[in-house]
């Protein structure tokens, strides 16, 4: 007989001793399961018991066995119970091994080269470096993904034809990336055209429990608000949470040494700008004089009614132009007293060398109804305060609806150097605002007052202004609302606490007519020729 037969012989009699051993031995197999099971519980609810109760429970178990061996037959009965229990504990076979979870990275990385893959695909490429039957191994370099199985880094390559160059092509990218890699956060994206590269960093959320206070900052600072580390060269005490904590600041400097005069901030409709106006107006009240231009007429800056250093809030037109009329005179009345001072080698005055702020919200409005009624734009009366308000020691800042940027003057826009967007925008808004491309995608759900910040020809920068409410709006949590009336300067006939801050005139002293040119007064219907504060009606 052939070897080869003999094998086959042996290997068929092999399994069947196997299989009949299997079934002989099945019900011992299942017994011994019920008893590892039982042996598996009897230890783990000893190590559930606590110490204290494992005396008593060791000791009641020995008196249960010392009555089962006295009665009659208890042994058979115990063993043959136990028999039973365990064949009906272990009559279930084995679970299987659940299978192992998918690796993230796998998974949400390969639906986010099938994502890019339509866009970064070129038909008549030979290598593609983008195909649908590749891997993301092959585009993707490296990645990151934190603690809760989210994208935090990465970096991909793409083909070199892809027209990088282009804003719209980034934005599209940039679209499909934010929407794979969640919408819920900021992401930055870095560029390198030269190496065809593009590094993808979602940022850490800004902090938003920062209330209105006074901050650390020279006469002539303002802070915007908070940034991210890399956006600041410095940081500054804040109270935070009940605590003191440091964070990097986003700082404008004004006055006659700086580049950047003069701010336009434009947001979304609900996301801080009047916020931002108020701010400001907080830190330049104890160094400054303010008239408040309220374009919307919402009644937002009526905590600076009557306070020392606001010569005036106005809410209608009639008010706006009269005040944006004698801001214009006295720019021109400080520009010939600048300069006869500095002819004659006299120190200048006083009341030359205090700021004097123009604070504009929403202009734009106040500009449709005077063109209705054909009265002359207020942008128009800012010319003057514009283009020479640096050496007269005035400052303008203008806060509007992102939508109506295109209603804002050229000249506005040529002499703002300062900008501010706040709230969720586009690609081509954020350009269009901020005047230089934003290399940070927004989050679709933003909190009040994130925004972002450009001062000059800086890059643009991340930005949280401080929760700085209205203290006359009922439903503002009362702790903000107080932070707000504790930076308010006082008057006799609030009941708000004083605030630190310099003594001021009540009102700008009046050049002799001999020292400088005559100046037309201006009417704004009221007992006195000069600005002063009036309630809102």
């Given amino acids: ?7 086959g012989k042996g290997r068929e ?13 099945a019900p011992l197999t299942v017994i011994g ?8 519980w009897a230890k783990g609810r000893w190590q559930a018991t606590p110490k204290e109760r ?16 006295l009665l009659p037959h208890g042994l058979l009965f115990a063993l043959v119970g136990l028999m039973a229990s365990a064949a009906w504990a272990g009559r279930a076979p084995k679970a299987a091994p659940a299978p192992p979870a998918p690796d993230v990275a796998d998974v949400k990385l390969a639906a986010l080269y099938s994502a890019l893959t339509p866009y970064l695909c070129g038909p008549e490429d030979a290598n593609p470096l983008y195909h649908f039957e590749g891997s993301y191994k092959n585009a993707f370099g490296s990645w990151e993904f934190d603690g809760e199985g989210r994208l935090s880094r990465l970096e991909l390559g793409y083909p070199a034809y892809f027209t990088d160059t282009e804003p719209a092509a980034r934005a599209r990218i940039e679209q499909v990336v934010q929407g794979k890699a969640g919408r819920a956060r900021e992401y930055r994206f870095d560029w390198d055209e030269e190496s065809n590269r593009l590094r993808i960093t979602a940022l850490a959320p800004l902090p938003t429990d920062i209330a209105a206070q006074r901050f650390v900052a020279a006469p002539g600072e303002i802070v915007l608000g908070f940034t991210d580390e890399d956006g600041s060269a410095r940081t500054i005490p804040v109270h935070q949470g009940g605590a003191t904590a440091q964070q990097p600041p986003v700082v404008w400097r004004t006055g006659p040494r700086s580049s950047e005069p003069h701010l336009l901030a434009l947001g979304v409709t609900g996301y801080g700008t009047s916020s931002l106006i108020r701010s400001i107006a907080l ?11 309220d374009g919307a007429g919402t009644g937002e800056h009526a905590c600076l009614v009557n306070r020392p250093g606001v010569h005036t809030v106005e809410t209608s037109l009639h008010g706006a132009l009269a005040a944006l009329e ?21 120190p200048l005055p006083e009341d030359l060398t205090r700021p004097l702020w123009l604070l504009l919200d929403h202009p734009t409005e106040l500009g449709e109804l005077a063109h209705a009624e ?16 640096r050496a007269a020691r005035v400052t303008v800042v203008i806060a509007d609806d992102v939508e109506a940027r295109d209603r804002i003057t050229p000249t506005v826009r040529a002499t703002t150097r300062a900008r501010v967007l706040l709230g969720p925008a586009g690609p081509e808004e954020g350009r269009a605002a901020l005047g230089a491309p934003l290399d940070i995608v927004p989050a679709a759900h933003a909190p009040v007052g994130r925004g972002y910040a450009r001062i000059g020809n800086g890059a643009p920068v991340r930005l949280q202004v401080p929760a ?12 903000l609302r107080d932070a707000v009336i504790a930076l308010l300067p006082h008057r006799d006939s609030r009941t708000e606490p004083a605030s630190a801050a310099p003594p001021r005139p009540d009102r700008p002293p009046v050049v002799p007519p001999d020292a400088a040119a005559p100046v037309r007064p201006v009417d704004l219907g009221k007992t006195e020729p000069m600005i002063r504060s009036r309630p809102i009606s």
């Fill in 1 to 7: 007989m052939p070897l080869h037969r003999h094998l």
């Fill in 54 to 69: 494992r005396g008593p429970t060791l000791f009641l178990s020995a008196a249960m066995l010392v009555g089962i061996y």
């Fill in 13 to 25: 009699f092999a399994r069947t001793a196997g299989d009949h051993a299997t079934d002989m031995f």
């Fill in 326 to 346: 004698w801001a214009a005179q006295e720019t021109e009345r400080r520009l010939t007293a600048l300069n006869t001072a500095r002819h004659t080698g006299t």
């Fill in 33 to 40: 399961r019920g008893l590892r099971h039982h042996a598996g």
């Fill in 374 to 389: 054909g009265r002359p734009d207020p942008q128009e009366l800012l010319e003057l305060p514009l283009r020479h308000g």
């Fill in 283 to 293: 830190q330049a009240l104890p160094y400054g004089d303010l008239v408040v231009i």
């Fill in 468 to 479: 700085t409410v209205d203290p006359l709006d009922e439903e503002a949590p009362a702790q």
